[in-house]
C-alpha cells in the first residue's frame, strides 16, 4: 500500500541528504514524449491538499498570511495549523519567507525563531501582539539539566539542528544563537570575534555560572570556540564546547597547515559562496533553490567565510568533544576528510573524537541523529559530573621541564614589577583588574603537582588567579620577600599581588610572579593588558 511517510524514510536512507525530495506524488505511470523520454511538462504540479481538519483561514492577516505561504511553498491549500517545514520548507525558503514577512507586513521574525515550528494561526498572533526584533539567544525548549546552546551554521542555517532538537530527550533544554545580518538594516560581521561579542552578553546574563554547552555545525564550531573564549574573559566559566565535525582551520596548503594571514584571499571566490549555498541546502535535505530572492543570502555567506577564513582559535582551558562522520559525503573520502581537526593542541582541557553513523550531512539526520543525540547526552553527563570551574592540564614545555629540574628554592625564580597609580583607588579596583587578567591569561593560574618523580601542569578554574595583599609602602619589600619564600609550586598561587595604598602620590602595586609562567614577552603584554 501507498505510504509516503514510508518512501520518504526509505529515501532518507539511501540519498545523500540534498537529494532527498520535500514531498512524492503517487502516479500510475510516468508521461512520455514520442521518443519515449518523461514528458516533464504533463507532470502534475506539486501541491499538499490541507491536513484532516486543518481550519482555512478567516481573518484579512490570516488571508495576507496564506497568499505568502503559498507563493514561498509553491502550493495550494494551506491551513492555518500546518507546519512550514512540514510542507516542505528549508532554509532557504525560510530566509524568503522572512523577508516577504518583512516586506508585506513589517513582522520581523528570524529562522531561528521559525526553527521550533510555525504555521499561518502563530504568525497571525504573533504579528498582532506587536513581538518582533532581533534576539541574540533565542529558547527553543525549557527543560532541566545542562543546557544545549546551537550556535547558527553556514547561511544562517539554524533549522540543520531541527531533528537534533527532536531526538534529545523532551526535558533537555536547548537555545540557540539565531544569525545576525540577515535582517533589513544589518551588516553581516566580517570579524568572529565581533560576532561572538554579539552573543556573549547574553550568555554570561543568563547563565552566570557557565552552566551550558556550545555545539556548532561545521565552521560554527569555529564561532563557538571564539564565543567560549569571550565568556572566559567575561569571567563566565562555561562548560566546553561540542563540534559537529569542525576544523580548526578553515584554509589549509595541500599538506593541510593553516595558510600564513598573508595567503588568505582577500575577496571570496564565487565558488565558495555557491558551496556554501549547497552545503546549506544539504543540511536541509532539499535541493537547492533561487528565487531571486537570496542576496541577503549570498552576503551573509561572503561575511562568513572572510570571518572564519581569517580566525586562528587561540588554546583555551576548556574540553572539546569534536564528532566526526563515519562515512565519506560522495562515497570517497576527501583529503581534508582524513585529516586530524586540528583541535590537539588547542583544547587544554582535553580534545576528545566521537564518530557518528553517517556522512557530513545525514548524521543530522534519521536516522544516525538518534546516535548523534546519544553522543551529546554522553558529553553532557561528562561535564555535569566535572562540575563548574574544572582544572586542565597543559603539557609543560622545554623551558619549563629544565625549570623544574633545578634543585634550589624556586623563589629564586619570581621576576617583579612594580606599578605607580597617578591616584588611590579603591583595594577592589585592583583585585576586579587582576581576576580578569588572569581569566584572559591561563599560565597566570597554573600550578605544578610532583608524581611519580614528574611534574604536572595544572591550569586551574576561572577565578583562582592572583594571591593579594595589602600592606603600607615600608612594608611592601619585606612582604614580597615573604611570599617568595613561601612559594609552593603545587599550591600555587605562582602569581602575586601587593598593593600599597597611596598618601598623596598614588598607590603603589607590587606584581610578583614565577619565571614557570611569565618570561620578557609576556610580561609586557600582561603590562599592556593591566593598564588598558
Known amino acids: 500500500a501507498w505510504d509516503e511517510e514510508n518512501v520518504q524514510s526509505l529515501a532518507r536512507r539511501t540519498l545523500p541528504a540534498h537529494m532527498v525530495p520535500a514531498m512524492f506524488i503517487r502516479m500510475d505511470a510516468l508521461p512520455l ?166 552573543y556573549v552578553p547574553s550568555l554570561a546574563g543568563r547563565f552566570p555560572d557557565g552552566g551550558f554547552l556550545l555545539v556548532g555545525l561545521c565552521m560554527a564550531g569555529m564561532t563557538a570556540w571564539e564565543i567560549a573564549r569571550q565568556l572566559l574573559e567575561a569571567r563566565c566559566p562555561m562548560r566546553g564546547v561540542v563540534s559537529l565535525n569542525t576544523r580548526s582551520r578553515l584554509l589549509v596548503d595541500d599538506l593541510g597547515r593553516p595558510l600564513a594571514p598573508d595567503e588568505i584571499p582577500v575577496e571570496v571566490p564565487e565558488e565558495a559562496i555557491a558551496l556554501g549555498v549547497r552545503t546549506m541546502s544539504g543540511y536541509d535535505g532539499q535541493a537547492p533553490t533561487d528565487n531571486g530572492d537570496s542576496e541577503k543570502l549570498r552576503t551573509m555567506l561572503r561575511a562568513q567565510l572572510l570571518a572564519w577564513a581569517r580566525y586562528s582559535p587561540p588554546p583555551l582551558p576548556l574540553p572539546m568533544t569534536c564528532v566526526r562522520p563515519s562515512d565519506p559525503v560522495d562515497g570517497t573520502y576527501l583529503p581534508f576528510e582524513t585529516r586530524p581537526l586540528g583541535w590537539e593542541g588547542l583544547a587544554l582541557g582535553g580534545a576528545e573524537e566521537r564518530y557518528c553513523p553517517g556522512n557530513h550531512f545525514s548524521m543530522l539526520k534519521i536516522p544516525h541523529v538518534r546516535d548523534m543525540a546519544d553522543i551529546l547526552e554522553k558529553t553532557i553527563r561528562e561535564r555535569e559530573a566535572e562540575g563548574p570551574g574544572a582544572e586542565v592540564r597543559a603539557p609543560l614545555t622545554p623551558i619549563q621541564r629544565w625549570f623544574l629540574g633545578l634543585d634550589m628554592n624556586h623563589g629564586q625564580f619570581f621576576q617583579s614589577v612594580v606599578l605607580r597609580s597617578g591616584r588611590t583607588r579603591p583595594p577592589e579596583i585592583y583585585e576586579a583588574a587582576l581576576a580578569a587578567l588572569a581569566a584572559r591569561h591561563e599560565m597566570l593560574r597554573a600550578s605544578y603537582m610532583l608524581s611519580q618523580g614528574e611534574y604536572a601542569q595544572r591550569i586551574r578554574p576561572n577565578g583562582v588567579g592572583f594571591g593579594f595583599r595589602i600592606c603600607s609602602a615600608g612594608e611592601l619589600e619585606a612582604t614580597a620577600a615573604e611570599l617568595v619564600r613561601a612559594t609552593d609550586l603545587e599550591r600555587g598561587p605562582l602569581a602575586w599581588a601587593v598593593l600599597a595604598p597611596g598618601d598623596g602620590e598614588g598607590d603603589l602595586l607590587a606584581l610578583l610572579i614565577h619565571h614557570l609562567v611569565v618570561d620578557g614577552v609576556s610580561w609586557r603584554i600582561l603590562q599592556q593588558d593591566f593598564t588598558a
Open 33 to 198: 514524449t514520442a521518443n519515449g523520454k518523461i514528458d516533464r511538462a504533463a507532470l502534475p504540479r506539486p501541491s499538499r491538499p490541507r491536513l484532516t481538519g486543518s481550519t482555512p483561514p478567516v481573518t484579512a492577516l490570516e488571508l495576507a498570511l496564506t497568499r505568502i505561504w503559498q507563493d514561498v511553498l509553491d502550493m495550494d491549500g494551506i491551513g492555518l495549523d500546518d507546519d512550514f517545514f512540514r510542507l516542505g520548507g528549508d532554509s532557504l525558503k525560510a530566509v524568503r519567507l522572512a523577508a516577504r514577512l518583512e516586506s508585506a507586513l513589517g513582522c520581523v521574525m528570524t529562522t531561528a525563531e521559525l526553527m521550533g515550528g510555525v504555521s499561518i494561526r502563530t504568525l497571525a498572533r504573533r504579528i498582532e501582539s506587536g513581538d518582533g526584533g532581533w534576539r541574540p539567544l533565542v529558547t527553543l525548549r525549557e527543560g532541566s539539566g545542562l543546557p544545549l546552546v546551537l550556535v547558527h551554521a553556514v547561511g544562517g542555517s539554524v533549522l540543520c539542528y531541527r531533528e537534533l532538537v527532536d531526538a534529545l530527550p523532551k526535558d533537555r533544554p536547548v537555545l540557540v544563537l539565531p544569525p545576525y545580518g540577515l535582517d533589513d538594516g544589518q551588516e553581516p560581521d566580517t570579524r568572529l570575534e565581533d560576532l561572538a561579542a554579539r
